[in-house]
C-alpha cells in the first residue's frame, strides 16, 4: 500500500467508513448456463448494458468520492472486451488502485484448436496492459465434467490449465472463484445428506478437492462466493435482487443448519491449503456468518452495503446499496451525496454476499474501535477465538502481499502456513 492510501484509509477509518468499494454491473449479457443463477443464457429476458459514458462518470465520481476498489462484473464482462479494457483503464487513470474483473472462462473453450495459445496471449498481453488487479475465473466443481456441464462450456478446464501459464508470463495471477454449490460435495438432487455429520464431512472433502483441484490446475489464489439463495420479489423477505447472480434452485438452496455446517467445513480446511494457494476467504468472517446463524453472541458485523459498498445496475444504471436490495434505489452514483448513504443504511445481515460481508467484517473491528473503544478492546480481550482468527487473517493477508494479482506468489512466506 502507497502513503497515500494508508493516509486515504486512515482519513476514512477516522470518518467512521472504511475504503469505498463499487461493483459495477457492465452487462446482464451472459453464454453460460449456470443452475445456480438467473443471468444464464437460456433465461428469457432482454440484455442489458451500460453506456461508456455512465462507467465513466459512476468511476470519475468514485475518484473524486475517494473510493478505493472497483470491480466490473457482469453477466460475462469478457463478452465486450474492448470495452471492459477501455473501463479498466479509465478506473486507473481516475486514480482507483483496486480494479477487479473475472471470466466464466467461456474464452478458454477450443484449446485443442489451433491459434489456441496466439489467442488467449492477446487477451492476457490485453488485460496486462491495463491497471487490472484481480481477475478471476470462475470453478464450481473439482470434477471438470461436472463444472463444464454446469457452466455449459465444454473443455473449458483443459482450456484454463493451459492458459494460466501464459496469464503468469503475462504478470497476471488469476484467481479461483469458487461459488459453493451441492454438487461441490457430489450429492446429487433427491438423494441429499440430511445427517448433520455427514453433510459436514462431505463438504471438508468437497472443500479439499476444490483447493487440490485449483492448485493442480496452476492457481495461486482462491476465493469462495458463499451460497446466494435469496428469496425473490414478491415473497415477503426483505430483500429484492437487481443482481440477479442468485436462484431459488436447490443447488445454491441451503437450510441454515445446513449452512452452519459448510461454513464449518471451509473454517476448517483452508489452514491447510494456506500454505499452498493464497486463498483470500478470511475465517474471522466464516466464524461471525457460523455465530449469526446459530444466534451466538457476539454478533457478525454489519455490513457496509449501503454506506461504503454499492453496486449499479446494467438494465437502469442506477444506484443500489447492493445487488439485492432492489427496494432501495439510490438513483445515479454521481449524485449520491457521500454523507447520504449513512440516512439509507441500517445494520444489514440479511445475505451472504462474500464480495461485501467478508471486507465488512474484516474492518468491523477497527471501525469498533474508532467508534466504541472500550467495548472493542473488551470484546478483543474476551472474545479470544474470534481475535485469534483476525489477527492471523491479518498476518495472512500481509503474506499473500494483499493478494496482489499481479505478483507471484511468495513462496518463503507462505511457506510458514504449512501444516
Ligand atoms: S453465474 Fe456468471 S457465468 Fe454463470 S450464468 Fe450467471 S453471470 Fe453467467
Ligand atoms: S448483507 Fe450486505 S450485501 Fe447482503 S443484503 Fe445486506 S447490504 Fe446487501
Not at 436462484?247 to 445454491?252: E, F, G, M, Q
Not at 457476539?298 to 432492489?326: L, M, N, Q, V, W
Amino acid at each position: 500500500m502507497t502513503e497515500a492510501l494508508w493516509f486515504q484509509t486512515i482519513r476514512n477509518i477516522w470518518r467512521s467508513r472504511i475504503p469505498g468499494q463499487l461493483i459495477i454491473q457492465m452487462t446482464d449479457a451472459c453464454n453460460a448456463r449456470c443452475p445456480q443463477c438467473g443471468m444464464r443464457v437460456t433465461e428469457d429476458f432482454k440484455r442489458s448494458r451500460l453506456s461508456l459514458d455512465t462507467i465513466r462518470r459512476s468511476i470519475d465520481a468514485a475518484a473524486e468520492k475517494g473510493f478505493q476498489a472497483i470491480s466490473f462484473t457482469g453477466g460475462e464482462p469478457l463478452l465486450f472486451l474492448d470495452d471492459l479494457i477501455e473501463m479498466i483503464r479509465y478506473a486507473g487513470h481516475a486514480g482507483i488502485p483496486y480494479i477487479r474483473t473475472g471470466t466464466n472462462g467461456f474464452v478458454f473453450m477450443g484449446s485443442d484448436k489451433k491459434g489456441f495459445n496466439s489467442r488467449i496471449e492477446r487477451i492476457a498481453h490485453a488485460l496486462a496492459d491495463t491497471p487490472i488487479r484481480n481477475f478471476w475465473i470462475s470453478i464450481d466443481s473439482a470434477v471438470p465434467e461436472v463444472h463444464e456441464s454446469m457452466r455449459g462450456l465444454p473443455g473449458v478446464i483443459d482450456g484454463i490449465h493451459k492458459a494460466l501459464p501464459i496469464f503468469h508470463a503475462s504478470g497476471i495471477y488469476p484467481s479461483a472463484n469458487l461459488g459453493i454449490n451441492r454438487n461441490l460435495a457430489g450429492e446429487v438432487a433427491g438423494n441429499q445428506r440430511t445427517e448433520p455429520d455427514a453433510f459436514h464431512q462431505d463438504y471438508r472433502s468437497g472443500f479439499n478437492r476444490f483447493y487440490r483441484f485449483v492448485c493442480d490446475l496452476g492457481f495461486t489464489m482462491a476465493n469462495c462466493c458463499y451460497p446466494m439463495s435469496i428469496p425473490g420479489r414478491g415473497t415477503g423477505s426483505g430483500l429484492s435482487p437487481v443482481y440477479a447472480a442468485t436462484a431459488t434452485d436447490d443447488i445454491v438452496n441451503f437450510s441454515r443448519i445446513e449452512k452452519t455446517l459448510l461454513y464449518r467445513a471451509l473454517l476448517e480446511t483452508i489452514p491447510y491449503y494456506r500454505s499452498r494457494i493464497r486463498i483470500f476467504t478470511p475465517r474471522t468472517s466464516l466464524l461471525a456468518l457460523t455465530r449469526q446463524l446459530t444466534r451466538q453472541m457476539p454478533e457478525s458485523h454489519p455490513c457496509r452495503g449501503g454506506i461504503d459498498f454499492f453496486f449499479i445496475d446494467a438494465k437502469t444504471g442506477h444506484t443500489y446499496p447492493c445487488g439485492y436490495r432492489g427496494h432501495t434505489d439510490l438513483g445515479g452514483f454521481e449524485e449520491l451525496n457521500p454523507s447520504q448513504p449513512l440516512k439509507n443504511s441500517r445494520d444489514c445481515r440479511e445475505c451472504d454476499w462474500e464480495c461485501f460481508r467478508d471486507p465488512s467484517e474484516l474492518m468491523g473491528p477497527v471501525l469498533d474501535m474508532r467508534n466504541h473503544p472500550v467495548q472493542a478492546i473488551k470484546r478483543l480481550a474476551t472474545d479470544r477465538t474470534y481475535t485469534r482468527l483476525w489477527l492471523e487473517d491479518l498476518r495472512y493477508y500481509q503474506a499473500c502481499g494483499v493478494f496482489d494479482g499481479r505478483k507471484a506468489p511468495d513462496q518463503n512466506r507462505l511457506r510458514q502456513y504449512a501444516l
